[in-house]
Nanobody, 126 residues
Framework: HVQLVESGGGVVQAGGSLRLSCTHSGYISSRHCMGWFRQAPGKAREGVAGISTDGNTRYADSVKGRFTISQDNAKNILYLQMNSLKPEDGAMYYC?????????????????????WGQGTQVTVS
């Protein structure tokens, strides 16, 4: 049974930092293309960051230089380090896993290609 569970969300002041975690089953590990997505109220869900099976990363322009995606395969955890947070970063954040190869769809944050999704963790930036 594949399960993704996000944690680490909360309320933070603008300019602050948060680290989100996504704990997943061992089946996911490094075998999948992993991504972080977010959805703010009244807005469409959008891709934030991704990491491919060979460790290549991809970021949305809006978070480049501020967010870092990483993973600990030994612990089956995907991370999203978020620094210099802005009010517009406030949203529900989701992690997701998609089957490789992590091709153009991965670079484009094509959500339909992500098969597994977590329930989300809320980030509020005041």
């Amino acid at each position: 049974h594949v399960q993704l569970v996000e944690s680490g969300g909360g309320v933070v002041q603008a300019g602050g930092s948060l680290r989100l975690s996504c704990t997943h089953s061992g089946y996911i590990s490094s075998r999948h293309c992993m991504g972080w997505f977010r959805q703010a109220p009244g807005k469409a869900r959008e891709g934030v960051a991704g990491i491919s099976t060979d460790g290549n990363t991809r970021y949305a322009d809006s978070v480049k230089g501020r967010f870092t995606i990483s993973q600990d395969n030994a612990k089956n955890i995907l991370y999203l380090q978020m620094n210099s947070l802005k009010p517009e970063d406030g949203a529900m954040y989701y992690c997701a896993a998609g089957s490789p190869p992590c091709g153009s769809w991965f670079r484009d944050f094509a959500q339909r290609r992500y098969k597994y999704w977590g329930q989300g963790t809320q980030v509020t930036v005041s």
